[in-house]
């Protein structure tokens, strides 16, 4: 009975030193949440809101860190060089399949990148200056084509998601409307609230803002759903205009070939913290919006279907990193 027992011990140790990493327990030691951007943005916001329920659900430490730099790559980047153990996350955006066409960079967008939860995604209004005859986006195309060299808009960045967005509506729609870039929104406010811009893409909270104070007229809202604060605001889908639309996201990510467990488990904890409604509350004030959930499988065919898209549409621009 006794040799019977230390086989059974043996066996049973044994089959436990040969288990995957990603059947033993997980986590054991804090995660590093590597963010592309600085802190204090909207990026180093949403992380945030989402490390600190994740961080309580996992129970180990969730550490956020900014790393901004190279137009997102700097923290990218690090990425493909971690282990493959689910202990270093990436808060991905938009730029991720957008920027390898602008800019060369040390990896492969898709092939490096294991893509986890889809947390957020960032409202946009497109607003006028009230002092323009238009108050629908037909009625800026129509004033476009009518008045060639008479609209500009403000662009944050080249190949950020309003910059995008913007040269989508022209590119689909074939109307005049000239870039003028800043480094950010908040330099280009001023000239956009006096008259000097004509258009602009404004983050939900900023437009409202400035919606209600009659400084400026909204025409549509780039998200999935009307705002509860701009009601009678239609979306881009319900303007007609759904296929100028650009979905801005955000991807927790972690190193392909991370296992499989692991993947499912950061998953789980992810789509539990958007249950909260402190974390919701957190998403909105931020101008985010919940997203309808969706496997990691999904969302890799996502990111490979915008890599396409918008690889195309800078290419068909001309459209040049800042850089």
């Known amino acids: 009975m006794k040799e019977l027992t230390r086989r059974t011990a043996l066996t049973a140790a ?132 009518a008045n060639p060299g008479k609209l500009n808009y403000l662009n944050p960045g080249n190949g950020s998601s309003i910059h995008l967005s913007a040269e989508l509506l022209k590119n689909q729609y074939k109307f005049d409307m000239i870039s003028v870039p800043y480094r950010g929104i908040p330099p280009g406010m001023t000239d956009l609230l006096e008259g000097r811009l004509q258009v602009g893409l404004l983050p939900g909270p900023l437009a409202l803002q400035h919606v209600m104070s009659g400084k400026l007229r909204a025409l549509a809202v780039l998200a999935d759903k009307r705002l509860p604060t701009l009601p009678d605001v239609p979306t881009f889908a319900e303007a007609g205009f759904a296929d100028a639309q650009v979905m801005s996201w955000y991807v927790i990510s972690v190193r392909t070939g991370t296992p499989a467990a692991i993947v499912d488990r950061l998953h789980a904890s992810a789509m539990k913290a958007l249950q909260s409604s402190d974390t919701q509350g957190r998403l909105t004030r931020a101008g985010c919006e919940v997203p309808t959930p969706r496997s990691p499988a999904d969302i890799l065919t996502m990111w490979r279907a915008d890599y396409a898209r918008y690889g195309k549409l800078v290419k068909d621009a001309g459209i040049k990193g800042d850089g």
């Open 14 to 145: 044994m089959a436990l030193a040969a288990a995957p990493v990603g059947a033993q327990a997980w986590p054991s030691k804090p995660s590093r949440f590597l963010v592309p951007y600085p802190v204090g943005g909207i990026v180093d916001i949403v992380s945030r809101s989402l490390a600190d329920p994740m961080q309580a659900d996992l129970g180990q430490p969730v550490v956020v860190e900014p790393k901004p730099g190279g137009n997102s790559t700097l923290a990218t980047a690090m990425i493909p060089q971690a282990p493959a153990d689910g202990y270093t996350w990436l808060m991905a955006t938009l730029s991720h399949v957008v920027v390898p066409h602008l800019q060369p960079v040390p990896y492969d967008a898709l092939t490096d990148f294991q893509p986890v939860a889809l947390v957020a995604i960032a409202t946009s209004v497109a607003v006028v200056n009230p002092e323009l005859p238009i108050r629908t986006l037909k009625d800026l195309v129509e004033y476009g084509k």
